[in-house]
Structures are given as C-alpha cells and as structure tokens.
C-alpha cells in the first residue's frame, strides 16, 4: 500500500477571474486554482499545466504549493474538467497542517490469482480511512493469491499501514469476495422460419394465373 506522494508546484498569485481570463491561462498553458483554508480567505493562483496534470495522477498526494515567497500543503479537493476534451480546467485544493489527520477515499485493488478458476469481485471500491496528511494511501491493494470459491476479505481483516485507520461503518463488510463465475446460459435454439407469405405483387400474379 503505497503512502501519499510529496508534490511541490510552484505557480502564481491570479487576480483576474471568470471565463475570459481562466480562458487565456488554458492557452498560455496555466490551470487556475483556489487553496482553501478553513475560515481563512481563500488563495487564488494559476499552476503549471503540463506538472499540474502529472501530478495529478497520484490519487491523495500532498501538495505543496508555492507562490511568490509563500507556500501552501495542500490535497486536491476537487479537479473539474472538460467533458469533451477532459482537460482540467479548474482545481479546488484544500489546505492542510503537518501531522494533520483527514479523512480521504482510497481505491481498492487486487493483486494475485485464486484457485480453481475462481476470480475475485471488488465489492467495495473505495475506502475511507483517516491518516495523518504525509501518510495518505494511494491505493490499498489486497491479496486473493490462493483463495478459493467463496473466500472473503473484510474491512476488518485489511492489513493498513501503520498510522492509517479505517472508518467505515460496518468493519464487517466485505471488500473483496472470491467465486467462481457463472456460466452463460445456452443460447435459445432457433426457430424454425415461418413459411414465407408472398408479397402483394406475388398474390396478384398468383390470383390471375388462377383465373
């Protein structure tokens, strides 16, 4: 399970908003973002797009964000993108304190091969778990290896990192379970095609020969 990702981007305080400035930093390759800091008055600043986006790809990495002579730690709150182009168009951070604990979502993955031709189903998909701010989870990755046909792996039996917590409601819930598939069901046999009907212009040909 590997622990959250330390980013740090430097970018620029922005005092322009709306659509038209947000428009010409996409163009100038910047992506505008908001840090937010409990009741504090938010900090508006444009980021590297090309680093920003990379980055982006670590799911729970801590940021920190520099700009001009300050700087913010920070995890992403929020990323919007186009639905067409699916470029990030905004970021909404949250500011964060070292040794900080919140509560984040955590995807789950499989790693391993049951037995028997048994596969393994993720029945929960995502996890909450609440950590300090530099010992967030990227992913929790859970081992079917050997199991077999009606195996389950609950919240309760996950192996976390140290310092990570699990909080969830039913600790007893399960995460991942092991069966084997059902098999298709046979295809219907085909029926028989209908005597063909003829056409109208048949008819007519038919009716007049009998005539």
């Known amino acids: ?40 008055q938010p900090v508006y600043v444009k980021l590297p797009m090309r680093e920003t986006t990379l980055a982006l790809r670590h799911t729970n990495a801590l940021f920190t964000i520099k700009y001009g002579a300050e700087s913010k730690l920070a995890v992403v709150k929020d990323v919007q993108r186009n639905p067409v182009k699916r470029i990030v168009e905004h970021i909404d951070f949250y500011e964060v304190k070292a040794g900080e604990k919140i509560e984040v979502e955590v995807p789950v993955f499989v790693e391993g091969t049951p037995k028997g031709g048994a596969i393994a189903v993720v029945d929960m998909q995502q996890l909450t778990v609440r950590a300090e701010v530099n010992n967030l989870p990227e992913r929790i990755v859970v081992s079917v290896e050997g199991l077999v046909d009606g195996d389950n792996i609950f919240a309760k039996d996950l192996k976390l990192p140290e310092g990570v917590e699990l909080d969830i409601a039913d600790p007893e819930e399960s995460v991942v379970t092991v069966e084997i598939p059902q098999e298709a069901p046979a295809d219907f046999e085909t029926a028989e095609p209908a005597d063909e009907v003829p056409a109208e212009d048949e008819k007519d040909d038919t009716a007049a020969a009998e005539a």
Not at 19 to 26: E, L, S, T
């Open 1 to 40: 399970m590997a622990n959250s990702t330390t980013i740090t981007l430097e970018g620029e305080l922005r005092t322009e908003f709306g659509k038209g400035p947000a428009r010409r930093m996409r163009v100038a390759h910047e992506i505008p973002a908001t840090v937010y800091a409990g009741g504090e």
